[in-house]
């Protein structure tokens, strides 16, 4: 008789996680049992103190306060359909005879949370720093789904033929930043003055 062999799982994994350069390995969720009734208690009374533990070690690696690694929608690779719209873009800069390149793409929530606490510095409040660099929750650079380019030729000749490939400028005071925005007919919406309306009214 041929020896059982227990039916093969297949890894659940997210459909949006299928580049996977940085998959995680999966948290242990099993944990051995204590013998005795005396570790069992033991266990339950540094419960609490591990968890402090290991949620102020989360905050010391991030680098973020809670709410903010916590409600970031964090993007691991630049959106695909931007990574190619740029990249036909800078094809068809070339032929122009214009330089076009990519200053700044994905970032992370902390590399974005640096940013924006280096703006508050400079600036002095929330409303003048995100008028120049938002916080992570709201940049879509976290999400990977906008991109800094350069240089300024090159950011004016995006500006003016980007919606080709549905590349829009935003804001009025960042030539540089573009985001995929075009409507179906194609047309780029409104330039919004600044980042700093995207701010939430108790934010301000
Ligand atoms: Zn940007």
Redesign the pocket.
Known sequence: MPPSIPPSRPTPREASNLSGPRDRPAASTSRPEGRSRGTRRLRDAIAPILALVSLAAAFHFSGLAPWVADSVPEAEVLDPALERAVERAIRAAERDGVELRVT?GLRSASEQDELWRAALDEHGSTVEASRWVLPPELSA?VQGL?V?VGPHEGAAWLGEHGARWGLCQVFAN?P??FERLTSKNGTCPALLPDASVLLDEDAR
């Open positions: 700044s650079h906008a800094d960042e540089w930043h």
